[in-house]
């Protein structure tokens, strides 16, 4: 085992209640809402991948590439099982959510510099999941989150004079958002466009 999965694997073992509760919490919110869609077997796929990668970076401020390229990959695999045994495109979906999230994320890394290149991991890792409408969604989500907390970072700022944190991890603004989509962004789709 190299340094980087050692590391891994021990911050995994310190917060390891944690995540399992907020796996538990995803997974249950899953078969709760989408029970009876062929959606709830991306969105529990999706909890297993997105939860440990987006903790840790709201911990420790930094998204692992290994743990991004592994829910790469599980969402590849997730999307092909799923095309072998109810085929209807989801490897292409899947396919297509990685490119566009992970393309918008690669975009503003490119354009800012202010994020990560595991920020554009994570982007593609959870579009694997959603496709890409669902993809657009859990971009604009992510955001309107993210300023959400900065907001109110300036009123504590304001209130005590002091900062309590400088700066917020994207990664767990992206789960949050991915996860949303997931559980309700094809009815946030049909709203927003007036369709059905």
Known sequence: MGTEWQVIWGQLQTHKYVILMLMAAAITAAVLVLRGDDRIYMALGGAVAMIPAAYLDGRCYRLYHRLTIGGLLLGILCSA???ILMPGNQLARACEGMACLGGLFLALYIATGQLGFGDVCYGAALGTFLGWQCSLVAFV?????????????????FRHGSWRRRMLPLGPFMACGAYISLLWGQEMIRWYTGVG
């Open 81 to 83: 099982a799923l095309e």
């Open 141 to 157: 989500l992510t955001f309107a989150l993210g300023l959400a907390a900065a907001c109110r970072e300036y009123l504590y700022y």
